[in-house]
């Protein structure tokens, strides 16, 4: 099957910086890739949605300027948490698809600390 | 907007029986997909089982079958003979049957926390 994956896995990060998570897909052209971010026992929040070439979509109350997602190719998309704080520190997930009706498939996430 | 309940948070089986998970949902559109993710201690989302609305027959994947009933809007998933690795957190999720980009994402309930008993 179509394996996405996210890297890195763990990142630890000082307040004030900013840290770039990836997401690539690895054997198939994602033409829309989705950024979520999970909070213990919690359900996936959709942050945004990202198309090839064009700029992300993000959900109500996601600060853009905050998280920066970009969609440069058809098997990269990176979310960049600027001047990252103590309350960033989650787990994020981002997932892909070639769109229409395809499948979805996720990354295997990453823990983001912010210390 | 389209909109995904999960109303029990936890549930637990006893190893080798049979549990459901109950899931309901809210939408106008009449064609659009429906999913069972599990979400082990690992983080990775692994896809259980998928319907799609237009299907009458109920999806079935070895142990993991569907409850869909369209016109009441529920969609439950049975565990039958349940292994201690079924533990996990379960989500029911949504998707658009319409492929524009934003309107092709999953829309999550809040899921379900199954612990197995041996």
């Known amino acids: 099957g179509a394996v996405v994956s996210q890297h890195p896995s763990w990142v630890i990060c000082k307040s004030g910086t900013s840290v770039k998570i990836e997401c690539r897909s690895l054997?198939?052209?994602?033409?829309?890739m989705f950024w979520y971010r999970q909070f213990p026992k919690q359900s996936l929040m959709l942050m945004a949605t990202s198309n090839e070439g064009s700029k992300a979509t993000y959900e109500q109350g996601v600060e853009k300027d905050k998280f920066l997602i970009n969609h440069a190719s058809l098997t990269l998309s990176t979310l960049t948490v600027t001047s990252a704080h103590p309350e960033d520190s989650s787990f994020y997930i981002c997932s892909a698809t070639r769109g229409g009706a395809d499948t979805i498939y996720f990354g295997e996430g990453s823990w983001l600390t912010v210390v | 907007a389209q909109t995904v309940t999960q109303s029990q948070p936890e549930m637990s089986v006893q190893e080798a029986e049979t549990v459901t998970l109950s899931c309901t949902y809210d939408?106008?559109?009449?064609?659009?997909?429906l999913f069972w993710y599990k979400q082990p201690p690992s983080r990775q989302m692994i896809l259980v089982i998928r319907q799609e609305a237009y299907k009458q027959q109920n999806a079935t994947e070895n142990r993991f079958s569907v409850n869909f009933q369209k016109a009441a809007k529920s969609f439950s998933l049975k565990i039958s003979d349940s292994q201690l690795g079924d533990a996990a957190m379960y989500f029911c999720?949504?998707?658009?049957?319409?492929?524009?980009?934003?309107?092709?994402?999953?829309?999550f309930g809040k899921g379900i926390t199954l612990s197995v008993r041996p």
């Open positions: 939408t106008s559109e009449s064609d659009y997909y």
């Open positions: 999720a949504y998707r658009s049957a319409r492929r524009a980009g934003a309107n092709s994402k999953l829309t």
């Open positions: 054997d198939f052209q994602a033409t829309t």
